[in-house]
Nanobody, 123 residues
Framework: QVHLVESGGGLVQAGGSLSLSCAAS????????MGWFRQAPGKEREFVST????????YYGDSAKGRFTISIDNAKNTVYLQMNSLKPEDTAVYYC????????????????WGQGTQVTVSS
């Protein structure tokens, strides 16, 4: 059974940083692609980043490029999202997700989701 649990969200001032963690169980990063998505009130879920462990393939959404970094610690079975230079428009619930097979950015193709962690950036 695949289970994903996010942590690390909170309140931060604009320009600050946060690091989110996703503890994964019931899967191996050798067989799954991992991703981060976010959703603000009244808006559609937005792609943030995706990664395939072991082959160097990483993609970022336009809003994340140059500011966010996705990574994996395979020994700890954990995915991270380091967020720097945060802006008020980054305020959202951030979700960790997983899918089998080929790396991708489309929300509907990710099979498993965590409960989310709230990130709030004040101006």
């Amino acid at each position: 059974q695949v289970h994903l649990v996010e942590s690390g969200g909170g309140l931060v001032q604009a320009g600050g940083s946060l690091s989110l963690s996703c503890a994964a169980s019931g899967l191996s990063f050798s067989n799954y692609v991992m991703g981060w998505f976010r959703q603000a009130p009244g808006k559609e879920r937005e792609f943030v980043s995706t990664i395939k462990w072991g082959d160097g393939r990483i993609y970022y959404g336009d809003s994340a490029k140059g500011r966010f970094t996705i990574s994996i610690d395979n020994a700890k079975n954990t995915v991270y999202l380091q967020m720097n230079s945060l802006k008020p428009e980054d305020t959202a619930v951030y979700y960790c997700a997983a899918r089998r097979g080929v790396i991708g950015t489309i929300t509907q193709n990710f099979e498993f989701w965590g409960q989310g962690t709230q990130v709030t950036v004040s101006s």
